[in-house]
């Protein structure tokens, strides 16, 4: 069985702060580590639990944070940008048969560790069908569409919580407890990799295709913090704007809900100026 691990940083072991997991950073070279330590607990414990291939897709920020020379030699891995389906790139090739959400995080909005979706400021909400999405829903709309189950969910507690609402019969492991945006009562490494090499073994008993759901129309709205972002959003075709703050756009299925998305927040980033957002 193929397993996929997308592999984001801001739920890793032991990342509280921005600095944590900003490339390039002497606080982000330390965590990459964590990181690769929380993939490699999942490699094993997927393997122990039936898998036969594990490929892992980098997820965060630029994409290159793993260190491959650290992770597990059993695995590979998509590393860099940019990708088709960003996140959860390599499940549009059809043979994926369960689906990891590592280091995955609360949506815009939300309480809890370094909570965003997609940009790390400046989205203030985000809904998909008229229901608060997380990049964690985002991405299981997508998923969903080509059969692949969400089978294990690692993060804050709170990122926990919300993998429920969106994967319901997914494992959940909490490496951190959520203190405040900033700040969290960590377990340290050691423990967490026990943890979550643990439920990765359990999870593929959840593995296995299921009927793709039949693609459908889906609308996002996303709510910015500032009236020029909402207006930069709305050059990209499809998206219009709904009121000074708030674009919304309804794609034909997930997989160009997902698309537009990326582009539509890439165009918010290019229009953000330094001091006054």
Not at 63 to 86: F, P, Q, V, Y
Not at 120 to 131: H, I, K, M, Q, R
Not at 159 to 175: G, I, L
Request: hydrophobic residues 40%.
């Amino acid at each position: 069985m193929k397993i996929l691990i997308s592999a984001d940083m801001e739920g890793a072991t032991g990342v509280t702060w921005p600095a944590d997991c900003e490339p390039g950073t002497e606080q982000w070279q330390r965590c990459r580590s964590m990181l690769t330590g929380d993939v490699n607990a999942t490699i094993g414990g997927l393997l122990a639990g039936g898998a036969t291939e594990v490929l892992v897709n980098e997820a965060h920020s630029t994409m290159r944070n793993l260190l491959l020379e650290e992770l597990d030699e059993r695995a590979t891995m998509i590393t860099g940008r940019h990708k088709e389906l960003s996140m959860v790139e390599g499940v549009q090739a059809g043979d994926v048969d369960g689906i990891v959400f590592l280091g995955y995080h609360c949506g815009a909005g939300d309480d809890g560790v370094l909570a965003h979706t997609y940009l790390p400021n400046a989205v203030t909400e985000v809904l998909l069908d008229g229901a608060p999405a997380s990049e964690g829903r985002l991405n299981a709309a997508v998923v969903a569409e080509y059969g692949t189950p969400v089978i294990l969910v690692t993060g804050d507690d709170r990122a926990c919580e919300d993998a429920a609402s969106y994967a319901p019969f997914a494992r959940t492991v909490a490496v951190k407890d959520h203190v405040s945006r900033y700040a969290a009562r960590c377990r340290p490494p050691a423990r967490t990799a026990a943890d979550i090499r643990a439920a990765a073994e359990g999870a593929m008993t959840s593995a296995g295709r299921t009927d793709p759901v039949a693609p459908a129309p889906r609308t996002v709205e996303v709510e910015v913090d500032s009236a020029q972002l909402a207006q930069a959003a709305a050059i990209v075709p499809s998206v219009t704007r709904t009121g000074d703050r708030r674009v919304r756009y309804t794609s034909p299925d997930a997989y160009e809900m997902i698309r537009t998305f990326k582009t539509v927040t890439t165009m918010i980033s290019q229009h953000m100026e330094k001091d006054y957002g």
